[in-house]
């Protein structure tokens, strides 16, 4: 990326925010990719990246036809790893699995080494895929957080512009995972608005709660794609309260049929599955 140019040019490029058509038959070309550097170069993330990750994608609108012509059905579940290139666009995303509908597949196996191909090419790194049965549906679980929730905190809020100077750290060192459903941010192209769930869990100075809930707050008129934002949240936290472990997830409500949860730490691997109410 040399310039705000290149990024205007790459969000003109999208079809996001712009009136498409539906197509029905196998179209991989219909999948755009944003690249992270756009994001990244805003935050001062070089190629050595302060944190590991993927950003989990849940599909619920995914179908094809089978060899007799019979319709199938099936939940899909992707882990597009943070290291990649490109990020995928989500609209882009719920038209490719569209295009599916009216397309003959052999089976679950094949529909899946399709999309993993197609999404890898997208991100420009390996895209794992898996796909779940209806037999299989009971399986999934619907919780919350294990976490402490700061929600309830008695604040005044006022600041609803992104402000990370209202993060601050009290004197005690602790370990801690903490959660807020307040998340709200808008997209980057249409404005509509993007609700989530965030969790926090670090070690080291204690990040003062009311603070952190201001800051989370702060993201409610703020543009910006789902794993930017989580990104965002990440190096916010590690320049404004310094831990030494970190780890920051968001799950955010669907759009489209697809859920997108990023996943940042720079300590652990991304949790099992488990799906948010608000899901």
Known sequence: MNNSTDKSAILDGLSLGKVTDYKETYSPELLQAVPRSMNRQELNLDNVLPFTGSDRWNGYELSWLNPKGKPQVAILRCEVPASSENLIESKSFKLYLNSFNQSVFTGFSEVEQIISKDLSQCAAETVNVKLIAP????????????????????????????TPSLLSTDDNYVEETLASDLLKSNCLITNQPDWGSVLIRYQGKQINHESLLRYLISFRQHNEFHEQCVERIFCDIM??????????????????????????????DIYPETRLARQ
């Not at 799950?251 to 940042?264: A, E, Q, S």
């Open 239 to 268: 320049q404004h309260c310094k831990p030494s472990k970190l780890t920051v997830y968001a799950r955010y409500t669907r759009r489209g049929g697809l859920d997108i949860n990023p996943f940042r730490s720079n300590f652990e």
């Open 135 to 162: 037999s299989q549906f009971s399986q999934l679980d619907i919780n919350t957080f294990d976490a402490i929730s700061i929600d309830d905190l008695d604040i005044e809020v006022n600041q609803y512009q992104l």
